[in-house]
Every structure is written in structure tokens, then in C-alpha cells.
């Protein structure tokens, strides 16, 4: 599995605590891929929610679905470990599971879901749609995502983004086995930046 924008090697590994972290002063900052695609579609607990209503906080955003009995629980796990290890930066940070099977993925799913995966629903942000909206989602952040015949199941791209303050899409994470400390370490970069480069 790569890190799209810093093409390293990801492994499932114990992170340091988030103040451990910081970035060497003389490191290179994160790429800016590009404007993140937006995106407004409704949260577990109903209410329409946007890209930009995130703007002022860097934004991880990431795909799942609640169906799912194997991967998409141990992403979800992993990325509620991260934020409740964001100590004094947890208000900077914000995180948007979108996902990708609508049909099945209501509001009170999605809240039961994020219920039992101990999340914390004021920072992380389960979001679903109408078909088309997911679809068009899907496409602008290139996530492939494919019903399996006869299981229920849906095949999907597992595609973690970091979205800084301003809206810029950073950095990449592909698969669920990636980091967590780059990851927490990626995120104390954004959430360092105080304003455009």
C-alpha cells in the first residue's frame, strides 16, 4: 500500500504520543495536491453537511460502509485511535467518513454504526447520500466502489485524504494498513499551518 502524495511504504504500527511528532524544521512541508473535491451530503444525525462547512479545520475524509464485517471496521478503529490521540489538537481536526453504499447506509445506521465504534460524534462525521450523490463523490476523489453479486457486500477503493485548512487536498492514504504515526504526524503539520502557503 502507498501514501499517494509521499509514496512511502505503510505498516500497522504503534504511534508515539502526538507531541513526539512535530516535523524537523528543515523537513519539507506536505504537497498541495489540489482543491479537495466538495462535497454536501447528510450525517448520522441527519443534517446536511458540506466540505466547506469544514473549512478552518483540516478535514480527514475516507470511505467505508457500515455492512462491511472485516476491513471497514478495522479503518474505522484506526482512524478513532488517531483522533482520540490528538491530545490539545483534537478541535483543529475534523474527521468525514463518507459512504459508499447509500442504499443501506441511512442516518440511524450510520449513528448505530459510529455508536459502536466509540466515536466521538461532535469530530467525526458519518455521511450518506442519494445514489447520485455518492456516485459523483466516489468519481471526484477517483474511489472505485462495485456491489458484489448476491453478498451484500461492495467492493471499494479504501482512500484516506487529508484536506487542510484552506480546503487543499494534501495527502493520500491508500489501503488501512498505512502508519499511524505518519498519519498523526501528517496531520500536526496541517494542523500547524496558519494560513495559505
Known sequence: MRKRALTVLACAA????VGALARPADEAALPHIGPAPGFTLVSQSGRRVSLHD???RVTVVTFMFAGCSDTCPLLTSKLVGIQRRLGARVDD????????DPLNDTPAVLQAYGRAHGIDPARFTFLTGSMQEI???T???AVFRKPVPGGGAIDHTFLTS???RQGVLRVQYIGVR???QEFLRD????????GPP
Open 187 to 194: 496531520i500536526t503539520t496541517l494542523v500547524n499551518e496558519r
Open 162 to 164: 487529508l484536506v487542510d
Open 54 to 56: 469544514l473549512r478552518g
Open 93 to 100: 481536526v475534523r474527521f468525514a467518513a463518507i459512504t459508499v
Open 139 to 141: 468519481r471526484a476523489y
Open 135 to 137: 456516485d459523483a463523490v
Open 178 to 180: 498505512f502508519d499511524p
Open 14 to 17: 504503534m504511534a508515539a504520543p
